[in-house]
C-alpha cells in the first residue's frame, strides 16, 4: 500500500502565501514524477505544476512565477509553495506521485481558498 498524504492548505487573502506538502509512504517501487494537480467547484481537475526525479519542472501558465514546485528524493515529499495568491487559486490540491513502474497515486486533497 502507497499513502500520499497533503498538508498546508488552508485560508488566505489574496496576495498571500500558502506552502503544500506530500509525503508518501509505503511500498513505493521508485518515484518518478510528482505533480499538484487542483479542482475548483464545477470545474475539471487541471495539472498545476510536475517535477521529475532529476528536478525538471513545468508549470501551467497560469501559476507561472508565483508557485515552484520542489522535491526532496530522500525523504519522498513533494511541496508546492505558492505565491501571490488570488481568489481564481481557489480549488481542492491534490498530489499525484508515478512510480517507475508507472503506477500513479493521488492524494486524499487539501483545500486553499484564497479570499479577495
Known amino acids: 500500500q502507497v499513502q500520499l498524504v497533503e498538508s498546508g492548505g488552508g485560508l488566505v487573502q489574496a496576495g498571500g502565501s500558502l506552502r503544500l506538502s506530500c509525503a508518501a509512504s509505503?511500498?513505493?517501487?521508485?518515484?518518478?514524477?510528482m505533480a499538484w494537480y487542483r479542482q475548483a467547484p464545477g470545474k475539471q481537475r487541471e495539472l498545476v505544476a510536475t517535477i521529475s526525479s532529476v528536478g525538471s519542472t513545468n508549470y501551467v501558465d497560469s501559476v507561472k512565477g508565483r508557485f515552484t514546485i520542489s522535491r526532496d528524493n530522500a525523504k519522498n515529499t513533494a511541496s508546492l509553495q505558492m505565491s501571490s495568491l488570488k481568489p481564481e487559486d481557489t480549488a481542492v490540491y491534490y498530489c499525484r506521485v508515478q512510480d517507475f513502474r508507472a503506477r500513479v497515486y493521488w492524494g486524499q486533497g487539501t483545500q486553499v481558498t484564497v479570499s479577495s
Open positions: 509505503g511500498s513505493i517501487f521508485g518515484i518518478n514524477d
